[in-house]
């Protein structure tokens, strides 16, 4: 699957196991990231590409949606932080605002909610 940011493709390497979609956010001044699949070392880059485009080219609040993620490991979770860094820097926001079971429990066990929703 493709994800679409602006006017840019992003296309993922083969085999991926994530799909990413960029949309317009539910309030204004927000956009909205819906990942499916599982983020892992294998894919976790090609998450960090799509937010961090995502903070770039629309200057908005990043609304991230991983209620359909069924994998998120160390690298998926460092990818989420730098991500939120990124976006602190341009003076834009970064929360999860819906979380699966898995990702919740790993936001438990590292004590990063706060950060990230």
Do not use: W
Not at 46 to 51: D, G, H, T
Not at 81 to 105: D, Q
């Amino acid at each position: 699957m493709t994800a679409i940011v602006s006017d840019r493709r992003l296309r993922p390497p083969e085999e991926v196991g994530l799909e990413i979609e960029v949309i317009p956010g539910p309030q204004p001044g927000t956009v909205q990231v819906v990942a499916r699949g599982e983020i892992d070392f294998h894919n976790a880059t090609f998450l960090r590409q799509v937010l961090l485009a995502a903070v770039v080219s629309h200057r908005a609040t990043i609304l991230l949606d991983l209620q359909r993620v069924a994998f998120c490991d160390c690298a998926g979770l460092n990818t989420l932080l730098a991500a939120r860094r990124a976006a602190l820097r341009a003076g834009r926001g970064l929360h999860i605002t819906a979380a699966g079971r898995r990702v919740e429990r790993l936001l438990d066990l590292t004590d990063t909610r706060s950060l990230l929703t």
